[in-house]
């Protein structure tokens, strides 16, 4: 069974945590939530790091953790990148990555250069952790939990403690990591951003429970998503660069079904991008509006509306070709337009985010 | 010369205790240091209060106490007895075993503030990158307590030198034996011999001096502030 499948019950002093989930094997797995939903506490219980005195731990098969079975953190075949970087301040950034290296046992896979390049922390070897910025601590300590060759890649908001600036430096890399190393993460994150950018597979947690999980182009695009996402709300979509306006410094996205004229980023005709498309972006017209500012105007069908946080707003689900968008929309305009699903509608596109 | 022969006797003599009993600390006091941070027993307070209990105990109470255990009715004696050594009492093994005791708060409560410090994110960092809690102790731990063992030996040796209620009751006063420094400067002032007294009395101020003095200046992260 290639899969990953984790039940796990912890009952502490005012905090729950009630997991039962098969997780895919393959790709980036979101662990999504607010602060105290139980997502980092998942996490180190897969990590071997909380013992959970109720669980199950399967990992590609083999048994990890039952009732009768625990296998100690340093037997588990795993890479772990903390929230802060806790690098062994005793050693250089290369003793750091030796120090694993030196006590994997089973094949290495990714090679000391392999990671030290991937990270671009060649520079940066010779230098003691209290003489790194931010940033780079966490590129070397993503490069030390990667050059173990681990088979299962535990990220745990590995971009929280860090500003925007130094976020955008680390970002970059782990979309590399993501496109070029064939191993399973799981990352925990409160950033929709993050998520929406770097995983394929979302699992929402609330109060320590998993309130969704499913692929992330489907999940996101789910009104009913029982978990509060505020302004966050809005789909992705993965696209390529159709065409590029240079006269008007635009490019063109298709995505299935549709496409979307957005900022030119300088990606050239022909690559892939994920476009985030948020909610509050979106609004619906009857009829298709000529004299408008808007440069995004798709044809769509509403598929269905659900009540929004606020009990003046509602999400509209619609349909455009074969992809999804959501509309936030105000109660009192659903009503003026008569929408219902089933509805022909154009849905006018004001921003779209390039994540890639 | 300006000390007797008998003085440097004394000063040896002390300058052995103390290196052996440091050395028996550095041994047995670790594990205390670390089982006491690591540890959720229920034992944790009780232990933890009996290792403390000299700092607070006049040593002439631990030394009568110590006295007690050793002699041919007390546990130690028993021991010793059964293994075919002598009694303990005035040798020097007995005051090797009576400072260890007495001195036993001053390896492990630094120890134990130094572990501390590191808190649990180096084990965990160290057991995701494959190391066991064995190999992490002696690779990730020690290094970074470096600066708490150099402390806590610091202190032992230099607490172990200034003993005088525990060694004169375990002890006694055998030149050679069990006569350190602080019973030889006792003696000195007893038989009126003031010039002696001060001498010692000096080297031993000399010493407490350097090594606070050195204990303040290595400490790593003075520097940094």
């Given at each position: 069974m290639e899969t990953i499948e984790a039940r796990f019950h912890v009952d502490w002093p005012g905090f729950l945590l009630d997991v039962d989930c098969v997780l895919p094997d393959r790709g980036v797995t979101a662990l999504f939530?607010?602060?105290?939903?139980?997502k980092t506490t998942l996490l180190r219980c897969i990590a071997g790091l909380e013992r959970a005195r109720q669980g199950f731990l399967s990992f590609k098969g083999e048994i990890w953790q039952d009732d009768t079975t625990w296998r100690p953190t340093h037997k588990r075949p795993l890479g772990y990148v903390f929230q802060e970087a806790s690098?062994?301040?005793?050693?250089?950034a290369l003793g750091n990555l030796r120090y694993g290296i030196r006590r994997v046992t089973t094949e290495h896979k990714v090679s000391l250069d392999q990671a030290v390049e991937l990270l671009g922390i060649g520079h940066l070897l010779d230098r003691k952790a209290d003489r790194l910025s931010g940033g780079e601590r966490q590129r070397v300590a993503i490069a030390r939990a990667l050059a173990v060759s681990p088979r299962l890649l535990l990220m745990d908001?590995?971009?929280?403690?860090?500003d925007l600036k130094r976020k955008q430096e680390i970002l970059p890399y782990l979309e590399r990591l993501h496109d070029e190393l064939e191993i399973p993460v799981l990352y925990v994150s409160h950033s929709p951003d993050e998520v929406a950018r770097l995983a394929d597979h979302l699992v929402a947690m609330e109060d320590g429970r998993i309130v969704a999980s499913g692929p992330l182009v489907e999940t996101l695009a789910r009104i009913d998503l029982p978990i509060r996402l505020g302004e966050d709300i809005g789909v992705v979509l993965d696209a390529?660069?159709?065409?590029?306006?240079e006269a008007w410094h635009l490019a063109r996205m298709d995505f299935q079904g549709g496409s979307l004229w957005t900022r030119d980023m300088g990606a050239a005709t022909g690559s892939r991008m994920r476009v985030r498309v948020l909610a509050r972006d979106v609004s619906l017209t009857r009829e298709l509006q000529v004299q408008t500012s808007i440069q995004n105007l798709l044809p769509a069908r509403v598929s269905a509306i659900a009540d929004d946080e606020h009990p003046g707003l509602a999400l509209v689900r619609i349909q455009v070709g074969a992809s999804v968008l959501i509309a936030r929309l105000a109660k009192r305009a659903v009503a003026a337009l008569e929408l219902s699903p089933g509805q022909e509608v154009w849905a006018q596109v004001k921003t779209v985010t390039l994540l890639e | 010369m300006l000390l007797l022969g008998s003085d440097m006797q004394a000063i040896w003599l002390t300058v052995k205790l103390a290196s052996i009993v440091t050395v028996i600390l550095l041994l047995v006091g670790t594990p205390i240091a670390w089982w006491l941070v690591r540890s959720c027993s229920w034992w944790k307070g009780p232990i933890g209060a009996v290792v403390a209990l000299p700092l607070v105990l006049p040593p002439s109470v631990l030394g009568f106490y110590m006295l007690l255990a050793m002699g041919p009715d007390g546990p130690i004696g028993h021991l010793t007895r059964t293994l075919g050594v002598g009694p303990l009492p005035f040798t020097f093994g007995g005051l090797v075993i009576a400072s260890v005791f007495y001195s036993l708060p001053f390896m492990v409560q630094p120890l134990q503030n130094a572990f501390e410090a590191i808190g649990d994110r180096p084990l965990e960092a160290a057991a995701t990158l494959g190391a066991s809690p064995l190999d992490a102790f002696f690779s990730v731990v020690l290094p970074l307590a470096r600066p708490g063992f150099l402390t806590a030996g610091v202190l032992t040796f230099a607490h172990t030198v200034g003993e005088f209620g525990v060694v004169l009751m375990?002890?006694?006063?055998?030149?050679?034996?069990?006569?350190v420094v602080s019973v030889q400067i006792y003696d000195h002032v007893e038989a009126l011999e003031y010039g002696q007294a001060h001498r010692l009395a000096a080297v031993m101020l000399i010493f407490a001096f350097l090594v606070l003095l050195a204990l303040y200046a290595w400490r790593p992260d003075a520097k940094k502030g």
């Open positions: 939530g607010h602060s105290g939903s139980g690098l062994f301040p005793h050693l250089t908001e590995p971009l929280a403690a860090l390529v660069v159709g065409e590029r306006d | 375990i002890g006694g006063n055998l030149p050679g034996i069990t006569r």
